[in-house]
T-cell receptor
Framework: AQKITQTQPGMFVQEKEAVTLDCTYDTSDPSYGLFWYKQPSSGEMIFLIY??????QNATEGRYSLNFQKARKSANLVISASQLGDSAMYFCAMREASYTGANSKLTFGKGITLSVRP | DAGITQSPRYKITETGRQVTLMCHQTWSHSYMFWYRQDLGHGLRLIYYSAAADITDKGEVPDGYVVSRSKTENFPLTLESATRSQTSVYFC???????????????FGDGTRLSIL
C-alpha cells in the first residue's frame, strides 16, 4: 500500500487566490513527521514546511500552512495569495520515527503540479 | 559556499558502461541519501547512509553501488548501466538529532543521466 498519496491531477489557481494541495498518508507509527517540498521547473527540491505528529498547532511558514487532520491521516498544504512563482511540482513526504532516536528516511508521494494563472 | 553539490549535472553514456555520480556536502550532516526521480513515480530512495562506512539499501537499490569513506562524500555508481536507469538522480543530506525528527533533507540540484 502507498504510504503517501497525492492523487490530484494538475491543479490550477488564479494569482492571489489560495489553493490547497492534498496529501494523505498511511502509517501505524504514533510518531512521524510530514514534510512538503517544492520543485520548480529548474529542478531543485526546496523544503517548505514540516509538521510533527504530536504538534498541537498546524504548522505555518509565511504563505504556507499545513492543514493537519491526524484522525483522517491527511496533511494538506495551503498556499495563500498565490504568486506566479508558485507554479511548480509539490511533493508530500513522511518520516516515520526511528526507534534509535535518530533521523530516518523520507517516503515521498508522486507529486502534484500546480500552475498559477495571471 | 556551504551546501550540497552534485556532479556532473548532465551525463550521457552507453549501456554496459560504469558511471559514478558524485555528491559532496559541506554541512557535516550525518545522513546522506540518493534518490531517483522518474515521471509518475516521484522520488524513490536508492541508498542511504547514516554515517561514514554505514550504508543501507532503499526502495530501488538493484544495479547501484554506494560508498561513504568520508562524511562529506557519498558517490553513487552504476556498475553496468542499463536504459532503465535513465533518470534524474538527487543526492540529499540531513542532520541527525536524537529525539528530533523534524530535520528536513536538503537536496542537491540533481544529475540528469541518459543511457543510450
Amino acid at each position: 500500500a502507498q504510504k503517501i498519496t497525492q492523487t490530484q491531477p494538475g491543479m490550477f489557481v488564479q494569482e492571489k487566490e489560495a489553493v490547497t494541495l492534498d496529501c494523505t498518508y498511511d502509517t501505524s507509527d504514533p510518531s512521524y513527521g510530514l514534510f512538503w517540498y517544492k520543485q520548480p521547473s529548474s529542478g531543485e527540491m526546496i523544503f517548505l514546511i514540516y509538521q510533527g505528529s504530536y504538534d498541537q498547532q498546524n504548522a505555518t511558514e509565511g504563505r504556507y500552512s499545513l492543514n493537519f487532520q491526524k484522525a483522517r491521516k491527511s496533511a494538506n498544504l495551503v498556499i495563500s495569495a498565490s504568486q506566479l512563482g508558485d507554479s511548480a511540482m509539490y511533493f508530500c513526504a513522511m518520516r516515520e520515527a526511528s526507534y534509535t532516536g535518530a533521523n530516518s528516511k523520507l517516503t515521498f508521494g508522486k507529486g502534484i503540479t500546480l500552475s498559477v494563472r495571471p | 559556499d556551504a551546501g550540497i553539490t552534485q556532479s556532473p549535472r548532465y551525463k550521457i553514456t552507453e549501456t554496459g558502461r560504469q558511471v559514478t555520480l558524485m555528491c559532496h556536502q559541506t554541512w557535516s550532516h550525518s545522513y546522506m541519501f540518493w534518490y531517483r526521480q522518474d515521471l509518475g513515480h516521484g522520488l524513490r530512495l536508492i541508498y542511504y547512509s547514516a554515517a561514514a562506512d554505514i550504508t543501507d539499501k532503499g526502495e530501488v537499490p538493484d544495479g547501484y553501488v554506494v560508498s561513504r569513506s568520508k562524511t562529506e562524500n557519498f558517490p553513487l555508481t552504476l556498475e553496468s548501466a542499463t536504459r532503465s536507469q535513465t533518470s534524474v538522480y538527487f543526492c540529499a543530506s540531513s542532520e541527525s538529532r536524537i529525539q528530533d525528527d523534524s530535520q528536513p533533507q536538503h537536496f542537491g540540484d540533481g544529475t540528469r543521466l541518459s543511457i543510450l
